[in-house]
């Protein structure tokens, strides 16, 4: 295997913003040459699929400028500084779906653009839910949607869930809850 | 369900870089008030799952300066100015991992990030394949690994595949092809 590094020659602060920061490294390859890499600073997020007893999976649909489209994904949102995940996935549940989870499972953890972003997105699955009000956030309007979960991977596999942590994390859960239709003899 | 649009009232352009652009969108909520959305540009991408016969799928494995790790990934890259992505994922695939393949088909497509960035990934699974040699590009470091596609997926759930896209379209492929254990009667 080759050694695989790509140390720092220079490094140019771009912008930072509310949410996201851009710089552009100059990195030496192995093979002794410069490369230029634009690296968007993002400080990570959660992403939840709350299941209730009859496993159907709260969804939310929201107005995303950057696609210039409503998308039904899974709640999620990003940390605050220094903010533990479970803990912001806790939070992110009760903001967006009025939720509290007696269960937060970490499924797995993911980078969602690595060739240009350094987010990692922590997916998580919620259970023994006690339904409340959605917190109403100052800027984003949501709608929350309950759906059954093999529904909701049928919305993937026909492309109508076109958001990849939803995609990651519910194709993750499918596997990681007991199927009712499979009883354990 | 709400009327769900955010209307651009101001746009400013902050960077625009090789791969990626940023803009900060002043846009108006349905309830009237202002909010602001960071977005990052990208022209789209593609990812392939390329499959031989014996249900072995080749990964890539490079270093990433996002992350700072090197990761194990679905071949993937950019699309060029233009390009369809059924070509790009041809392109990807043969620059990556010198394949050709006869069968080129899209599994779904998928915004990486909508929360603040454009990119969307078409996912393939590429089948039919012809092995050659990977082209070297001028600043890339590639490895290429062949591993049996459930070994793949057990990596996927394991948490050793760290890269959205590949977890998608892996699990998406799973269910996509033939499985060698289930004969059809």
């Known amino acids: 295997m080759k050694a695989m590094a790509e140390p720092t020659v220079k490094s140019e602060r771009l912008y930072q913003g509310r949410v996201v920061g851009l710089r552009v490294d ?8 410069l490369a230029s890499r634009e690296i968007v600073e993002h400080p990570g ?16 649909r929201q107005y995303r400028k950057a696609a210039e489209r409503s998308l039904l994904e899974v709640p999620a949102g990003t940390l605050e500084p220094g903010e533990d995940p479970v803990a ?5 549940l009760e903001e967006e779906t009025g939720c509290r989870a007696g ?18 997105i922590h997916a998580f699955v ?12 100052e800027d984003e309007e ?4 309950s759906v059954p979960l093999a529904e909701a991977v049928s919305l ?8 990849a942590k939803s995609i990651a994390a519910l194709l993750l859960a499918l596997d990681a809850v007991p199927r009712p239709g499979r009883r354990r003899l």
């Open 88 to 92: 912001c996935a806790h939070r992110e």
């Open 126 to 137: 919620a259970r023994d839910l006690t339904r409340g009000r959605p917190l109403e956030a």
């Open 26 to 33: 100059t990195v030496r390859l192995s093979n002794g040459t």
């Open 45 to 60: 997020a959660v992403c939840v699929v709350p299941l209730d007893q009859g496993k159907n999976v709260l969804l939310v």
């Open 103 to 120: 269960e937060m499972r970490e499924l797995v953890s993911f980078y969602t653009s690595p060739g240009f972003c350094t987010e990692v």
């Open 142 to 145: 949501l709608e929350v949607v």
């Open 156 to 163: 993937v596999r026909r492309g109508e869930i076109r958001d």
